[in-house]
Nanobody
Framework: QVQLVESGGGLVQPGGSLRLSCVAS????????MGWYRQAPGKQRELVAV???????VYADSVKGRYTISRDNAKNTVYLQMNSLKPEDTAVYFC??????????????WGRGTQVTVSE
């Protein structure tokens, strides 16, 4: 099926910015939704942002106003621009491609994740 590869994670100070990329092996337009999820140690995986084929966008309340999800269909790539980062944003960020707005029970295709660490 589709392979997803995330990149762009790293260490950043509070208030800083990072831009994550998710490159798919096929057309991202083949999927109803492309999304970003994150999981911190000892915590549940949570939705960060999702964008649908029809350009509907949903953000988690915790990141709204700070994060921006976008895509480039020609490059088969989904982006997550993260600004004003906080220590609580520290997590492994995963890219997801699926047939529903929100992935449940790990449905859909997943990348291996990229680590984001926000610390002084």
């Amino acid at each position: 099926q589709v392979q997803l590869v995330e990149s762009g994670g790293g260490l950043v100070q509070p208030g800083g910015s990072l831009r994550l990329s998710c490159v798919a092996s096929g057309s991202i337009f083949s999927f109803y939704a492309m999304g970003w999820y994150r999981q911190a140690p000892g915590k549940q995986r949570e939705l960060v942002a999702v964008i649908t084929r029809g350009d509907t966008i949903v953000y988690a309340d915790s990141v709204k106003g700070r994060y921006t999800i976008s895509r480039d269909n020609a490059k088969n790539t989904v982006y997550l621009q993260m600004n004003s980062l906080k220590p609580e944003d520290t997590a492994v960020y995963f890219c997801n491609a699926g047939s529903t707005l929100v992935s449940k029970n790990n449905q859909g295709s997943w990348g291996r994740g990229t680590q984001v660490t926000v610390s002084e």
